[in-house]
């Protein structure tokens, strides 16, 4: 909870600045499917004090995408307004416009929050393994939605690991704690765990902060050929990483967004002067 | 970009995320009832005690009638109560020493039928007495020890066996249970200890004389209230220690810091630069010891507690008159602190079971359970009150 | 503060270059901080002074408990009360087996009059209530009757007289005047009594009618069960019949009642002959045991006492002469001298002691056969099928018990004979004599038992009835506070379940004695409950009276532990759930319980340490029946009152001598409770230091 609470207090005193719209490649949304659309979205923790102003975006299917900017630019608050993981929060909520996932409003009254989560899933900057076995860490998600068949579930937490390219790692031990294996293990074990649960899009919140260089290569690839069946959406520091992993990049600044594009345009031209100030390297 | 109104319904079957695990939802509501219910029910339980001996102990302790209070059950001792019927077909009740003058005052008069109900008449001032020489000698022991041995963890020690040794031995004595307390404290404190005596008794493990005819005698100091004090402060030590050392934590080590860059040693850094900031956690842990001190009855059970003492234990020490003031005063104050006692919780317990129950015996019970119960859970609320304040003031 | 004074020391001037030197007050090489320092160690080490002393004190009265008690065993043997002891046993297990099939006669032979035998119990029970609320006002009505009865008799005598007087002219004038002046006066008393036995009457109506109001509807309720409205108010006129003292007979209607039921019994009786004739069969069986056991007892008991005599001798002596040491009476002296020199400290010859018992095992070895041949047959005799329920349960337990009956009559038989007076007994014998011995029997005629299983088996039946009801409530609530309740509820609910830990234990058993004891035998006596083992109960100091408060007592340990523990784990753990799709609760049972286990097993325990070891509310409440409950009752034991390893210290400890032998066995116990205790803790941290590893 913290994390986001110093987001919040990092934002609170500042006024908007800017009023430039987004600019937005118009032929790939085109061509491309919307997932998660964002329509003027303000967002607070406590009413009163937005800490996002009028966010709009769209995200297509089968893309990377990731929000950059600098610490309490409201990124992280905009990934989890997404999977509502913000509804945990007393009192924290939108206070204008609406999200929609597959074309629905997921802060709609007739929503619910626990279908929405298996559809939307995350994907923590700590790596947090439950204190089970490896099996029943990614037979989680699917235990609690009742499936309990020993074949499904064997065959779930095997593609699973797989995809997540941990299975020739931990298959002769899948009876062992989750908690034995290495911080890059541990978190490529969280991302099977979430795509176990086959959500449409998966919601990465830093995923590699707490790793080293080497784990971070390996989540990195993963990344990239996860996109082939899920939409990912990555809050990220390392531009490097925004720059190898992403199609289209969202640049925050003080609960704005100040721009949003593809990716190779964003790192080589940006059409915003504080965006260009970002990813030089002058401030954040 | 497209606008949908907000109040407009997402179309059934176009909603991806409707509600589909409704049995799941339907349990998940019902299991959270329960355990709101079992939390509930404790509750309930904790209040219909407390109605019961607070419906039934007020008509004891207050009056109708000005001035409302019924002071004679507080200033007054335990005594006999005393029912009985003259000829004339009236009944009196009183207690003994009212019913020994009306039989010395009208001798004339014939008794038919009489019947003796022991406690239950007068009051409940010994005990309350009692209760409080023990709690006070008892909060004073464990507060200066307890103190002491937070001191020593939190400023003095450093990680080793020794630090871990004593909490272990503290963490240990947390969960001795009370009547093995009262055992030690009956055999170190009444039997054992050593005292400076002109004679020793017969029952001493061994006399050293110190010559001028007196001796240092393991003999023990007796059933007394030094000896129950004694006891109940070695019995609540672990949580005294506990809550002054979370006091002395509270205090931030800048403040430590800042005193021994000055230049101070590390005694002045503690006695002004912590100690007057931890006042507030030992009044905390001098309550909550109280708290716990005041009910307990196993450990004072052997130690110093009576059931029945005519007198209160200031009166009748005996001094030995002609000697200077300042020796007839230590003798004054030895001789009042081996006066054993009685006490309320011992009190409760003798009349609770120890004497046979009539409806005569019930007005005695019901308000010395209720006096006692409005006493110590007064503190106990006072402690949990300043616990709650002082966890919220940590944050320096 | 002396550390500060600067003193210049000879070293000092002499190297004036250290400018860092350590000033001030030196002593053996350590300096004031020191010192203070070792004085702040030494009060932290208090806390390992006092566990090593606890310790000590303890050892030491163990130490010299277990010598007392081999010798005690030693003098049980060479007196050849072991021996005896056998047979008694035989005995006492015969007696229990001819008790409860006779408790199944009579509910048989009751069986038809039940109805009545209700209306007769409700009578009994409202007028026992009546009477209890109009005692006084009765006793005084009755008086005054009584004195108008007599004065009314007085009343006639002296008016014959006065007839006679009158009509005899001769008569005294004198007598008459005074006879007529007595007249006078006692009718004048007797209108002074009239309106005192009107007021009384008057007042004891009052009386009668309020109690019959406010008669226990619990009672009412459970005596008058399944009774009609007439049947009723017959049985409230028959009880407003009895409330006066001029009542000379039972109502009618109770009388009626009371025939009918001795009718019917007969009846049952005579069709339950056989049952009857077997009954007195068994209890015949034993009469020739139960002579050669009397006997034996006698000779044993003697034996003892010369033993004790011996082994009392020196000690008895040597009071003596310190008492000729100090009394200056020469007189005295020389009586007290002679007493010592008569105290003689001869040793009992054992063989020729115990040469009377050895006599009488062949005739007991001659009882035993027959005595089981006999009790199988008549066994066999008794009815099989019994109509009441009350009866099917007597029968089942007589058959247990005569299954105990035939096994120690068979066990003894070898015993018996090998047994001998002067085997060796081991110190280990004496060891487990006292920790699995099952009787605990103290101040007896016959022999001192200390034996540890009666009070341990009553301590941890009530911590785990305690443990049973509080885990699912503290747990439950400790989850409920953590997890589900709003943060105003929580900031109520947790004080206030704190709240609980400080109401002193003796408090709560003054409740269950006065208040929940009551209560709680009412309810087992409701109809809807019987299905409940052990319900309805008869006693209202029981185990489960006990464990229920003891659960009550531990809620807020186990609650605050288990809701630290749930504290503790990582807010990350529900927050992955969450973001997978869980629902709260599932979160809460899949996840966040399951990390915290250890922590909540952690709870429980040290929970269990502190209902093992509560004094007070045992003390009041268990009953203090210092006897193994009776398992053959299954669940059922829990109704029964048992005496807990607490209760005995609170209870006897202040009224044996000290260093006594039964003191030293209060120590005893006490140090198997310390022990326990330390055991709990231990494993307590245990299973924290692996919740730590997480």
């Given amino acids: 909870m913290k994390t986001y609470m110093s987001d919040q207090e990092d934002q609170m005193t500042l006024e908007p600045q800017g009023e430039d719209a987004p600019v937005q490649d118009q032929s790939a949304v085109d061509a491309l499917e919307t997932v998660i659309e964002v329509d003027h979205v303000n967002f607070a923790y406590i009413p009163g004090t937005d800490v996002l102003k009028d966010i709009s975006m769209n995200i297509n299917k089968g893309e990377v995408t990731a929000f950059i900017g600098p610490s309490g630019c409201g990124k992280s608050t905009l990934l989890r307004c997404l999977n509502r993981m913000n509804d945990l929060i007393p009192k924290a909520g939108l206070t204008q416009g609406e999200i929609r996932i597959l074309g629905t409003d997921i802060y709609h009254p007739e929503v619910d929050v626990i279908e929405l989560r298996k559809h939307v899933g995350m994907v923590f900057q700590k790596y947090n393994p439950f204190p089970k076995s490896i099996y029943e860490n990614v037979a989680y998600g699917l235990r609690i939605q009742g499936v309990n068949r020993k074949s499904v579930l064997d065959e779930a937490v095997e593609s699973s690991l797989k995809l997540a390219g941990l299975w020739d790692e931990v298959k002769d031990r899948l009876d062992s704690s989750g908690l034995g294996l290495s911080g890059g293990q541990q978190q490529r074990l969280c991302i099977a765990r979430t795509i176990a649960v086959q959500p449409k899009i998966i919601l990465m919140d830093e995923p590699c902060s707490a790793l080293d260089p080497i784990s971070t290569t390996i989540i990195e690839e993963l990344i990239t050929q996860l996109k082939q069946e899920f939409t990912i959406v990555i809050v990220t520091h390392n531009m490097q990483q925004a720059t190898r992993v992403s199609d289209r990049t969202a640049y925050f600044y003080l609960g704005e967004l100040i721009e949003m594009d593809v990716t190779t345009k964003i790192f080589t031209n940006p059409s915003q002067q504080k965006t260009e100030e970002y990813i030089s390297g002058r401030f954040g | 970009m497209h606008d949908i109104a907000k109040d407009q319904p997402v179309k059934k079957g176009q909603n991806p995320f409707a509600t589909k695990a409704v049995k799941l939802k339907r349990r998940d509501r019902t299991i959270s009832v329960a355990l709101g219910a079992a939390t509930y029910f404790i509750l309930a339980c904790t209040l219909y005690i407390f109605a019961d001996i607070t419906f039934k102990g007020i008509p004891v302790v207050f009056k109708t009638e000005a001035p409302f209070v019924n002071f004679e059950f507080f200033t007054k001792s335990p005594e006999t109560l005393m029912t009985f019927e003259t000829e004339g077909g009236e009944t009196y009740k009183m207690n003994f020493s009212e019913y020994s003058q009306f039989k010395r005052d009208s001798p004339d008069v014939n008794i038919v039928e009489e019947h003796s109900h022991a406690y239950s008449g007068g009051g409940i001032f010994g005990p309350l007495v009692g209760t409080a020489l023990l709690t006070i000698i008892c909060i004073t022991v464990a507060l200066f020890v307890g103190l002491a041995t937070a001191i020593f963890l939190n400023e003095y020690a450093t990680k080793g066996r020794f630090m871990d040794s004593i909490r272990l031995a503290i963490m240990n004595l947390a969960g001795v249970p009370s009547i093995v307390f009262g055992l030690f404290g009956l055999m170190f404190f009444c039997l054992f200890i050593p005292v400076v005596t002109s004679e020793p008794l017969e029952r001493s493990f061994l006399a050293i004389p110190l010559g001028g005819g007196s001796y240092f005698s393991f003999e023990g100091w007796g059933t007394c209230m030094l000896a129950g004090g004694f006891t109940l402060a070695v019995m609540i030590l672990p949580v005294v220690i506990a809550a002054c050392e979370e006091s002395l934590k509270a205090i931030p080590m800048g403040f430590r810091e800042a005193s021994l860059a000055l230049g101070a040693t590390k005694w002045q850094t503690i006695s002004k630069a912590v100690l007057p900031y931890a006042f507030p956690g030992m009044l905390t842990a001098s309550i909550l010891g109280i708290t716990r001190v005041a009910g307990e009855t196993a450990p004072i059970m052997f130690t110093a507690a009576l059931a029945h003492k005519d007198k209160l234990p200031w009166q009748d020490v005996p001094t030995t008159p002609g000697s200077n003031f300042v020796a007839q005063a230590a003798e004054w104050g030895t001789g009042f602190l081996s006066q054993s006692v009685q006490a309320m919780p011992y009190h409760i317990y003798t009349v609770a079971a120890r004497i046979p129950q009539s409806e005569y015996t019930k007005p005695m019970q019901y308000g010395s359970v209720f006096v006692f119960m409005v006493l110590v859970m007064t503190f106990a609320a006072l402690s949990i009150f300043l616990r709650i304040r002082y966890r919220k003031k940590l944050k320096w | ?694």
């Avoid at chain 3, 005595?371 to 058959?399: G, H, I, Y």
């Avoid at chain 3, 006990?546 to 990350?572: K, Q, R, S």
């Fill in chain 3, 1 to 694: 503060m002396s550390l500060n004074d600067e003193k210049k020391t000879p070293e000092n001037e002499k190297d004036g270059r250290v400018v860092f030197r350590r000033k001030g007050f030196q002593f053996l090489g350590m300096g004031l901080q020191d010192y203070i320092r070792v004085f702040f160690g030494g009060n932290a080490s208090l806390a390992i002074i006092v566990l090593i002393l606890i310790c000590l004190f303890l050892l030491r009265e163990a130490a010299m408990f277990f010598p007392d008690h081999h010798q005690g065993l030693k003098s049980y043997r060479q007196g050849g009360q072991e021996l005896v002891g056998y047979v008694s046993d035989e005995v006492d297990a015969h007696t229990k087996v001819y008790s409860s099939a006779n408790i199944a006669y009579f509910a048989e032979v009751g069986r038809t009059s039940i109805h009545e035998d209700k209306q007769l119990r409700a009578y009994r029970t409202v007028l026992a209530n009546v009477e209890q609320s109009t005692k006084y006002t009765w006793a005084r009505l009755e008086r005054y009757l009584d004195e108008a009865e007599d004065l009314n008799d007085d009343v006639e005598d002296l008016r014959e007289d006065i007839e006679e007087a009158s009509a005899d002219a001769e008569a005294d004038a004198e007598d008459l005047k005074k006879d007529q002046a007595e007249l006078a006066e006692i009718e004048a008393r007797l209108k002074q009594l009239e309106p005192l036995i009107a007021k009384e009457r008057e007042q004891l109506e009052k009386e009668v009618q309020t109690a019959l109001g406010t008669s226990r509807v619990w009672d009412l309720d459970i005596a008058a069960r399944g009774l009609s409205d007439e049947e009723l108010s017959m049985v409230r006129e028959a009880v407003v019949f009895e409330a006066y003292p001029d009542a000379e007979d039972e109502h009618e209607s109770i009388q009626n009642l009371k025939q009918v039921s001795r009718d019917k019994k007969a009846a049952e009786a005579e069709r339950l002959a056989d049952f009857k004739e077997t009954l007195n069969g068994i209890r015949d069986s034993i009469r020739p045991m139960k002579s050669l056991y009397g006997e034996m007892k006698d000779i044993s008991v003697a034996n003892r006492r010369e033993i004790d005599a011996f082994s009392t001798a020196p000690a008895r002596r040597a009071a003596l002469l310190a008492g000729v040491e100090q009394t200056d009476d020469p007189a005295e002296k020389e009586r007290m001298q002679k007493q010592a020199d008569e105290v003689v400290i001869v040793e009992p010859d054992y063989d020729a002691i115990n040469e009377p018992l050895y006599a009488l095992v062949p005739q007991h070895g001659e009882l035993a056969g027959p005595l089981q041949d006999e009790m199988n047959k008549l066994f066999r005799q008794l009815p099989q099928e019994v109509e009441t329920k009350s009866a099917r349960e007597n029968m089942k337990r007589a058959a247990v018990y005569y299954e105990r009956f035939d096994n120690t009559v068979t066990n003894n038989r070898d015993r018996i004979l090998d047994w001998r007076h002067d085997a060796p007994l081991s110190l280990w014998t004496s060891t487990t004599s006292f920790m699995f011995g099952k009787h605990w029997i103290t101040n007896s005629s016959w022999h001192d038992f200390y034996g540890l299983l009666p009070l341990f088996t009553g301590s941890l039946l009530i911590s785990i009835i305690a443990l049973t009801v509080s885990v699912p409530f503290a747990v439950a609530a400790a989850i409920y506070v953590n997890q589900i309740a709003r943060f105003k509820e929580q900031s109520f609910v947790k004080p206030a379940i704190e709240f609980i830990g400080a109401i002193p234990s003796v408090v709560l058993g003054f409740f269950g004695i006065l208040v929940f004891g009551e209560a709680l035998r009412n309810i087992s006596q409701l109809e809807w409950l019987q299905w409940v083992p052990g319900f309805p109960m008869a006693e209202r100091l029981t185990i489960l009276n006990a464990g229920l408060l003891l659960a009550f007592m531990a809620v807020p340990t186990i609650f605050t532990l288990t809701e630290d523990a749930l504290n503790n784990v990582p807010a990350a753990f529900s927050e992955n759930s969450l973001a997978l799709g869980a629902t709260k609760l599932q979160t809460v049972f899949r996840v966040i319980v399951p990390t915290a286990v250890s922590g909540i097993i952690a709870a429980i325990l040290l929970g269990f340490g502190r209902i093992i070891g509560e004094t007070m509310v045992v003390l009041l409440v268990a009953g203090n029946k210092i006897k193994i409950p009776d398992f053959t009752e299954g669940l059922g034991v829990v109704a029964q009152p048992a005496h807990t390893m607490t209760g005995i210290i609170a209870q006897e400890l202040g009224e044996v001598d000290s260093g006594s032998l039964h003191w030293r066995a209060l120590f005893m116990v006490g140090m198997v409770l310390f022990v326990i205790s330390l055991l709990v803790n231990w494993a307590a941290q245990r299973t924290l230091k692996r919740l730590q590893k997480i």
